[in-house]
C-alpha cells in the first residue's frame, strides 16, 4: 500500500509528514521558519525560503521515512492562509516578501472604507480586514515599481502559500489554488465559488493575477523530476485550518474543532449552509469534494502560541515553550492578573486591529508564574468568546476537538475544558493540519473512498472535563472581559 505525504507550511515553520494509509506517522522533516517585522505592525516572510524549507522537508521526510518519491501516492499541501506572495511568471522571483495574515500595514485602508465591510462580507463571508490577501496584494501593487502595469500585462502571478508551492514544485507549470485558500482572500465569492469582479475591482486587483480555483482533492499536477527521486502526483490542497477541519474528521454539522499553533482558529462545520454570523464570525469553505462545498463558521485569533513565543523571546521569561506548564502549575491561580495578548490588534470577535497588548491586576506579590499563567489562559479566554459567539449565530456544541503546537500542554488542554465548561478531546495524533492534507490527496489517489473511512480512522488519545465549578470560571471570565474592553481601541463597539 502506498503512503501519502503532507507539506505543512506554518506561521513559524515548514514540516513535511509522510503517513501511511491508516493516518500513521513513518517519517519526518521540520525546519523553523524566521519572521521578519521590518515595522511596527508588519509582518514578511521570504518566499523563497518557504520554497527552499519544503523542498528539503520533502526529502528529509522522505529519507526518515525509508521511502523514495515512487511509494508516495499523493502529496497534499497545506499552508498558513491569507499570506500573499506575487512573482514574476518568467523568473519565478517574488517581487516582493510575503506579507504574512498578521501584518496590518493595510489598516488605515480597511478603516477609511469601513462602510464597504457588510457589502463585502455578503460575498465573501469574511470582513474588510488587513487579515485577509486582497489588501495585501493591492498594497504590493501600489508600492513595487512597476507592478501594477506587470500584472495587468499577466506577467506577474498571485498565489497563497499553497499556490507558490505548487507552482516552484511543479517547476512553473501549474498556477492554481483550492477553494479554501481562495475563500481566504476577500476576492472569492462563496456562492458563485468564483473570483468576483465587483470585488477585484474594488480592490484594484487584476484577474491576470489569479490562480486557478480546483477543489481541495484533484490532479493539481506533478513535482518537477529533478527536485526527489522522480515525480510525485500533488493531489490535495486545503488552507491549515480547514486541512485541521479534514483531520478531525469534523464532517457533520455541528462538528467543532479548535487548532491551537501560533494563531488558534475554531472551525465550527455548518454543512452545506453558507451561515452568517451576526458576531463577527467568518463564513468559509470549509471543503470543496467532488465539486460539492461544505461551508464553515470560523472564529480567527491572532495570537496564542505567539504569547508563549513573546514570553521566551521578547521578555524572556522562559527558555522554553515547554516550561510554561510547570510555571503554570506552580500557583492556584494567577490572583487576578490578566494578560491581554493584543500585540497584532484583536480579532474575533473583535475585529481590533488598533488594539495592543496589556498585563492587568499586578501586585507586589505578582512573578513570573502569574504572567506565565495569564499568558496560557488568556488562549482559553480568547476560545470562550469566540465559543459565545458560535452559540449565538450557530449551534452549542458538546465537546471542542483540539490540536495543534500548543496542546501537548495538558494545563492548556484542562484550562480549556475549565474556562469553557465543554468537554475537551484531543486526537492521537495533533498534528491534525499535516493529517487532513494526506487525508485530501488520499481520496483523490483512492486510498480513501469516502469521508466516512476517513472517520472511521480518528482516535481519541485524551478526553479533558470541566473540573471548574462554572460559578468561577464565569467570574474568571468576566474579568477576561473587563481587560479586553480596556485595550480596545472603542471599547464597547
Ligand atoms: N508545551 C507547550 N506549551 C505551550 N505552548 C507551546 C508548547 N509547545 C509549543 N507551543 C507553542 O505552539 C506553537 C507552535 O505550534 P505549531 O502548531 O507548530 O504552530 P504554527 O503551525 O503556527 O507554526 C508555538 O507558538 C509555540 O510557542
Ligand atoms: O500558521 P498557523 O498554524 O498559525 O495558521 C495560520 C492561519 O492559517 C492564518 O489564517
Redesign the pocket.
Known amino acids: 500500500m502506498k503512503a501519502l505525504l503532507a507539506i505543512?507550511q506554518?506561521?513559524?515553520?515548514t514540516?513535511a509528514i509522510v503517513f501511511d494509509a491508516a493516518g500513521h506517522k513513518l517519517g519526518t522533516h521540520q525546519v523553523e521558519?524566521p519572521q521578519s517585522f521590518p515595522k511596527p505592525g508588519w509582518v514578511e516572510h521570504d518566499a523563497l525560503q518557504i520554497r527552499d524549507d519544503a523542498i528539503a522537508c520533502v526529502r528529509g521526510a522522505l529519507k526518515a521515512a525509508k521511502l523514495g518519491a515512487k511509494d508516495i501516492a499523493g502529496i497534499g499541501i497545506t499552508n498558513?492562509r491569507e499570506t500573499a506572495v506575487i512573482w514574476d511568471r518568467k523568473s519565478g522571483k517574488p517581487i516582493h516578501p510575503a506579507i504574512v495574515w498578521q501584518d496590518r500595514r493595510t489598516a488605515d485602508f480597511c478603516a477609511k472604507h469601513a462602510d464597504r465591510s457588510e457589502w463585502l462580507s455578503e460575498r465573501t463571508g469574511l470582513l474588510l480586514d488587513p487579515y485577509f490577501s486582497a489588501t495585501k496584494i493591492a498594497w504590493m501593487l501600489e508600492h513595487v515599481d512597476g507592478a501594477r502595469a506587470r500584472a495587468e500585462n499577466g506577467e506577474l502571478a498571485f498565489g497563497t502559500i499553497d499556490s507558490w508551492l505548487l507552482w516552484t514544485l511543479t517547476g512553473g507549470k501549474v498556477h492554481a489554488t483550492d477553494a479554501s485558500n481562495a475563500s481566504r482572500t476577500a476576492l472569492f465569492n462563496l456562492r458563485t465559488q468564483d473570483w468576483d469582479d465587483e470585488l477585484l475591482t474594488f480592490f484594484g486587483v487584476p484577474r491576470a493575477l489569479l490562480p486557478e480555483v480546483m477543489d481541495c482533492a484533484a490532479e493539481f499536477g506533478a513535482t518537477d523530476g529533478a527536485l526527489f527521486d522522480g515525480a510525485i502526483p500533488i493531489r490535495g490542497i486545503l488552507g491549515?485550518q480547514q486541512a485541521a477541519t479534514v483531520g478531525q474528521a469534523c464532517f457533520a454539522p455541528g462538528m467543532i474543532k479548535s487548532?491551537?499553533?501560533?494563531?488558534c482558529f475554531m472551525v465550527l462545520n455548518t454543512g452545506e449552509e453558507f451561515v452568517r454570523s451576526r458576531n463577527k464570525l467568518l463564513s468559509t469553505v470549509a471543503y470543496r469534494f467532488g465539486g460539492k462545498t461544505t461551508y464553515a463558521l470560523e472564529g480567527s485569533i491572532f495570537v496564542?502560541?505567539?504569547?508563549?513565543?513573546w514570553l521566551?523571546d521578547a521578555v524572556h521569561l522562559i527558555e522554553?515553550?515547554?516550561d510554561?506548564?510547570k510555571l503554570a502549575r506552580s500557583i492556584e491561580d494567577t490572583e487576578g492578573v490578566y494578560l491581554v495578548p493584543a500585540f497584532t490588534g484583536l480579532g474575533a470577535p473583535y475585529w481590533d486591529p488598533q488594539a495592543r497588548g496589556a498585563i492587568f491586576g499586578l501586585t507586589r506579590n505578582s512573578g513570573i508564574a502569574h504572567i506565565v499563567r495569564a499568558a496560557?489562559e488568556s488562549v482559553c479566554y480568547q476560545t470562550r468568546d469566540l465559543l459565545g459567539a458560535m452559540r449565538e449565530d450557530a449551534m452549542d456544541p458538546t465537546e471542542l476537538r483540539i490540536?495543534?503546537?500548543?496542546v501537548?500542554?495538558d494545563?492548556?488542554a484542562q484550562s480549556l475544558a475549565d474556562i469553557l465548561q465543554v468537554a475537551v478531546v484531543r486526537p492521537a495524533t495533533v498534528?491534525t493540519?499535516a493529517l487532513g492534507a494526506a487525508f485530501a490527496a488520499g481520496l483523490q489517489a483512492g486510498v480513501y473512498d469516502s469521508l466516512d473511512s476517513i472517520s472511521k480512522l480518528w482516535e481519541a488519545e485524551a478526553h479533558f472535563k470541566p473540573a471548574l465549578a462554572s460559578k468561577k470560571a464565569d467570574a474568571l471570565y468576566a474579568g477576561w472581559q473587563t481587560a479586553v474592553e480596556r485595550v480596545r481601541s472603542q471599547p464597547g463597539e
Open positions: 505543512d506554518g506561521t513559524t515553520s514540516r521558519l498558513q491549515d487548532t491551537y499553533g501560533t494563531g496564542a502560541g505567539a504569547a508563549v513565543q521566551r522554553s515553550a515547554g510554561t506548564e496560557l490540536d495543534g503546537g500548543m501537548v500542554n494545563f492548556v498534528e493540519t
